[in-house]
């Protein structure tokens, strides 16, 4: 009897929690309403699905899921030495929590029909994170009378137009939908003039809305990912990369935005060589990096443990104690300095894990998108903690999730493979 009660709410359950997931997935690249109400019943639906514990614990064995949570218990232990206090060190411990999910994920998310719904929900919910952002930058929200201004951020400039997040999560999130568009024009001909045109907005987004610096690489480097991996004819593919560079520099030299963002990397760090200004995107970078490389230094096997940036930052002596910041801006920095080289080991090696993974995917679509998201991801990782933040970090799980799900030998309908695409 009470067999037979368990599997009858585990069958209501438990196909409400993958649901459940995709509502996260859609606000989390802008709602913590909409994440957190998807979580939370992911979770519930999960708790009382109580015949598919096994599942958990099959899934759990897969050795993404392992690196995972090795990862998190591995930063988690550094609590039994950290000098930091237990706030601090709750703090940190509490930003990788988000490596737990990675093995429900692969449990709930095991095919690619799954997969496919889990792109679209991400999709659809960075296109509703830039929909904000390209309606003022055209004049259509004045136009539309619509006032949205308690959601703009306005932390980093005036001119910069982003809703819901600030600009590096924007940036972030416009660059990887850019990749997902091009990456189905290709594979699916019958989708392919809607993708181009949201590519193209992504690409407005980020060159003449936002103002963020590494959106920017992002983008050029996703398109040179997407030239050497999408053209195998050597003519093809030396006129694509050499049109990208010209492209590139042609923004450069005539887009004043765009050069006013580049020659800033320069100059602020510059100033902070030589006058050591640390007020200043760039010169809060710096002045941190130096700070995790010395804390490396001091403890460069297991780190100093979590909370133990905050708690140097915290020192009297410190010239930007005043900010609020509790990471380095630089994930593998805050790896080192606080877990050390096994903490950045455990992650490179689950890095690793994710692209090869990927990279064994019959099905051509997923694969590239795994790809190029995870370039994204670990060029974003050099001037932020992006597993550590909120929003980037969670995109990493999905990446985990998408390159674990079983493809079979079913492939993507591709036009253009038969003359020119590497599969």
Request: hydrophobic content about 50%; some cysteine; glycine content about 6%.
């Amino acid at each position: 009897m009470i067999n037979n009660f368990q599997q009858r709410i585990s069958g209501f359950f438990y196909p409400n929690a993958a649901w459940f997931g995709l509502i996260m997935v859609f606000g989390l690249p802008w709602s913590h309403a909409f994440f957190y109400i998807g979580l939370v019943g992911m979770l519930f639906c999960l708790a009382v699905s109580t015949v598919h514990y096994k599942d958990l614990l099959s899934a759990c064995k897969e050795k993404i899921a392992l690196l995972a949570l090795l990862l998190f218990l591995f930063i988690a232990m550094g609590w039994l030495y950290t000098h930091a206090s237990t706030e601090q060190a709750v703090f940190d411990v509490r930003k990788y929590r988000k490596l737990l999910l990675v093995p429900i994920f692969l449990m709930l998310y095991s095919n690619v029909k799954w997969a496919k719904r889990l792109v679209i929900a991400y999709a659809l919910g960075v296109f509703t994170l830039l929909l904000p952002t390209l309606l003022d930058g055209t004049g259509l929200m004045k136009a539309l009378s619509l006032d949205m201004s308690k959601y703009k951020d306005g932390s980093y400039t005036d001119q910069s137009l982003v809703y819901w997040r600030n600009h590096i999560v924007n940036g972030f999130h416009a660059s990887f939908l850019f990749a997902i568009c091009v990456i189905s024009a290709i594979s699916y001909r019958r989708l392919m003039w809607g993708c181009i045109l949201i590519s193209a907005l992504c690409v407005v987004d980020i060159v003449f809305f936002i103002h963020g610096r590494m959106a920017l690489i992002s983008l050029f480097a996703v398109c040179l990912l997407l030239a050497l991996s999408y053209t195998s004819r050597t003519f093809y593919r030396t006129c694509l990369v050499l049109s990208i560079f010209a492209i590139s520099a042609t923004a450069y030299q005539f887009s004043g935005t765009t050069a006013d963002r580049i020659n800033s990397v320069v100059e602020e760090g510059r100033s902070f060589v030589t006058e050591k200004n640390v007020n200043s995107s760039g010169g809060n970078r710096l002045h941190y990096w130096s700070m995790s490389l010395t804390m490396f230094m001091e403890a460069p096997i297991f780190g100093n443990g979590p909370g133990s940036f905050r708690k140097n930052l915290d020192q009297p002596d410190n010239l930007l104690r005043a900010q609020p910041h509790r990471h380095a801006h630089n994930e593998y920095l805050t790896l080192l300095s606080q877990h050390g080289l096994i903490g950045l080991v455990i992650f490179l090696y689950l890095t690793q894990q994710i692209y090869h993974k990927a990279g064994i995917h019959n099905n051509i679509w997923l694969k590239g998108i795994v790809r190029a998201g995870l370039l994204i991801f670990l060029i974003n990782a050099a001037t932020d903690s992006s597993l550590h933040n909120e929003s980037e970090g969670w995109t990493f799980v999905l990446l985990a999730c998408l390159a674990s799900v079983r493809t079979g030998t079913k492939q993507p309908t591709l036009e253009v493979c038969r003359n020119n695409v590497v599969v």
